[in-house]
């Protein structure tokens, strides 16, 4: 049972291009949540998707980024004209429902580390 | 906001030394967990608790849950050079509102040196 896959695991855009980070859930999850995480720090909740549906982007700067998880293929936060403060480790991690994420723990991706020069 | 405090935010000790790792929060969770990071890689899930008072543990480590289930320790007994690292506490919601979305602490890392 392969776990959570991130692709890709680096990436490199350029200040004001466009980055996009996909996140391929679990078998059989249909719950996927974003963490940001910045060196030596711990991760930030970004948003959580269900299939075809936001459920809490309170985590998500207000201009630039967006998320989506479609009924078909891998969800995929996307990031507009990038700057260098986005650079940073970006995470997903999956779960089979909502409350099972708090009761066993969540199971995270090996992350996509982006880089903007 | 829920915020979780973790200290120190740096320990570097000797192989075989014992270390203990707090996280604290004003607020009250539902659940408590602990990860554990290498450089370039994702959060590794050690263990969860659920129940205030709780203790569990693993192997060297123990991971106790407050009373009030708003602080959470790890400790370490006998430390080796492979529990070097990044210690990550994170807490999850409760209420009929859960939605799985966790609070994490800013990270302890921990050296050790053989």
């Known amino acids: 049972n392969a776990g959570v896959m991130q692709n890709p695991r680096h990436l490199v855009r350029r200040r004001g291009q466009e980055a996009r980070l996909r996140c391929s859930p679990m078998?059989?999850?249909?719950?996927v949540y974003w963490y940001r995480q910045l060196p030596e720090e711990g991760l930030k909740f970004m948003v959580y998707l269900q299939k075809e549906n936001i459920i809490d982007e309170s985590g998500m700067p207000k201009e630039r980024f967006s998320a989506e998880f479609p009924k078909e293929g891998p969800s995929i936060l996307r990031i507009q004209q990038v700057v260098r403060g986005d650079s940073a480790a970006y995470f997903c991690a999956s779960s089979p429902r909502a409350q099972k994420n708090t009761e066993v723990g969540a199971f995270f991706g090996q992350g996509t580390r982006l880089t903007v020069v | 906001t829920q915020l979780l405090e973790q200290s120190p935010q740096f320990l570097s000790i000797q192989e075989g030394e014992n270390l203990t790792v707090y996280c604290n929060s004003s607020s009250v969770f539902s659940s408590l967990q602990w990860y554990r990071q290498e450089p370039g890689e994702g959060p590794v899930l050690l263990v969860t608790v659920v129940t205030g008072g709780e203790v569990k543990k693993l192997k060297r480590l123990t991971f106790q849950f407050g009373d009030a289930r708003k602080d959470s320790s790890l400790h370490i007994t006998a430390a080796q050079p492979g529990d070097t690292g990044l210690y990550l506490c994170a807490g999850g919601g409760g209420g009929s509102s859960n939605t799985g979305k966790l609070i994490f602490g800013q990270g302890t890392t921990l050296q050790v040196k053989p």
């Open positions: 078998k059989g999850h249909s719950h």
